[in-house]
């Protein structure tokens, strides 16, 4: 159970919203529909910006190489885990 602050680990907004984010053998991963995994390393974002960071509840938009955008609700962990896969 999450507390109200508690990061959604989601898409909140833009291109593929509602769209889980998870830590998948060592990598993070955007599970965009069924099937439709994005590994979200630097290939496939070319950039990335944190827009808010609030105890916990980080929101980081991205775009994508093909100019799709994204705003990301992530915990600690899965924002560590994403800034290191994106350095």
Same mark, same amino acid.
């Given at each position: @159970?999450m $507390?109200?602050? +508690?990061a !959604?680990? =989601? %898409?909140i907004? +833009?291109?593929?919203? +509602?769209? =889980?984010? *998870? /830590? &998948? $053998? +060592?990598?993070?991963?955007? &599970?965009a529909?069924?099937g439709? *995994?994005?590994?979200?390393? !630097? !290939? *496939? %974002?070319? &950039?990335?910006?944190i827009?808010s960071e609030? =105890?916990?509840n /980080? =929101?980081?938009?991205v775009? @994508?190489?093909d $100019?799709? !955008?994204?705003?990301?609700? #992530?915990d ?6 994403? #800034?290191a896969?994106? @350095?």
């Amino acid at each position: @159970f999450m $507390g109200i602050l +508690g990061a !959604k680990n =989601k %898409v909140i907004a +833009g291109d593929y919203i +509602g769209g =889980k984010i *998870m /830590h &998948s $053998g +060592g990598k993070v991963v955007l &599970s965009a529909s069924l099937g439709n *995994m994005i590994i979200l390393n !630097k !290939k *496939m %974002v070319t &950039s990335h910006k944190i827009e808010s960071e609030v =105890k916990g509840n /980080h =929101k980081i938009s991205v775009t @994508f190489a093909d $100019g799709r !955008k994204s705003l990301l609700e #992530l915990d600690d962990a899965l924002c560590t885990a994403l #800034l290191a896969q994106l @350095f």
